[in-house]
């Protein structure tokens, strides 16, 4: 089992930036495999950005430029920097990591961003 905690989500302008966190514990070794997604109204859950279980970095096209995933490896925990935020990056953000055919989902954090 594992269990992802986000936080840092909020309120901000359009332009601005928010930092998301996400603690993973329980059954978890490494950051590899860990993510993050966006749920909006009417669409589907999306990928933003993600680490390989090889430790890459992948991101969504929608986003590449303006967000940077990092990690803690010591602390299991992966970050979310988000910059030049737009009104179309409101939603509620998920960390997720997937091991074998079981894949965990945090319990999201809204953000919102104001025109």
């Known amino acids: 089992q594992v269990q992802l905690v986000e936080s840092g989500g909020g309120l901000v302008q359009t332009g601005g930036s928010l930092r998301l966190s996400c603690v993973a514990s329980?059954?978890?070794?490494?950051?590899?495999?860990l993510g993050w997604y966006r749920q909006t109204p009417g669409k589907e859950r999306e990928m933003l950005a993600r680490?390989?279980?090889?430790?890459?970095?992948n991101y969504a096209a929608s986003v590449a430029g303006r967000f940077t995933i990092s990690g803690d490896n010591a602390k299991n925990t992966v970050f979310l920097q988000m910059d030049r935020l737009t009104p179309d990056d409101t939603g509620v953000y998920y960390c997720?990591?997937?091991?074998?055919?079981?894949?965990?989902w945090g319990q999201g954090a809204q953000v919102t961003v104001s025109s």
């Open positions: 997720n990591f997937r091991q074998g055919g079981t894949t965990y």
């Open positions: 329980g059954s978890i070794s490494s950051i590899n495999g």
């Open positions: 680490f390989s279980r090889g430790g890459s970095e």
